[in-house]
């Protein structure tokens, strides 16, 4: 009696762990079902695409700057120059140091009605050697004294004279154009030239001052 009630209480327990089991698998079949419906009732999700916008932008032209505009040149301002006096070529002498280079003119004897038409009268006028007929001519010359102290140095130069002859062939006015060297041989020079004598320039047949140059050279030995 005890053997049967055993096995009948093993029984029950076996069936009783057989139907929770199935019970149990019975309710995980259903909510495992349930999830997959659920998941197959939602809509798929659409994946986000992101767009990429973009703007095509012109590239800016740098300017060129503007060329600058040549500047007209301007006319230069013409100033009348004072002219020098013409220089004076000498007779070819030397004497005590002075070198004297003066040549005879050579008048233009094709134009003579012209040149009277511009020079007009020249009574008081002081020509030059390019309006005369005859240029100067020394007729004496006074010795040249060296001066001292350039002497004993042994220093030679020169000295470049313009000098006023009248129409007595006298030297009126002296200037100092050159000189080498500077404040040695200047006094002596314009002291000398102006007791020299010459035959006055003519123009027409006329006596005529004139404005000539006179190198004077200082020379030892």
Partial sequence: MNHSSQWLNKRLKHQLYAGSGMLIGTIVIVFTMLYLNNLSSEP???NKQRTLSFEVIKPVKTPKKPKPTPKKPQPKKQSNPVAAPPAFSGLGMSLSGIDINM??????SEMPEAKDQILGDTTNA?????????EPRAVSRAPLNYPPRAKAKEIE?????????NEQGDVEQVRVLESEPRDTF????I????????????????PVKIWVNQPIQFRLG
Wanted: charged share 30%; net charge negative.
């Fill in 191 to 206: 002291r000398n030239i102006k007791k020299w004598k010459f035959e006055p320039a003519l123009y027409n047949s006329e």
């Fill in 103 to 108: 040549n005879a003119f050579d008048p233009n």
């Fill in 44 to 46: 798929p999700k659409k």
């Fill in 157 to 165: 130069g020169f000295v470049l004279l313009s000098i006023l002859v």
């Fill in 126 to 134: 002081i020509m030059t050697s390019d309006t005369v007929d005859q």
């Fill in 186 to 189: 200047e006094e002596v020079a």
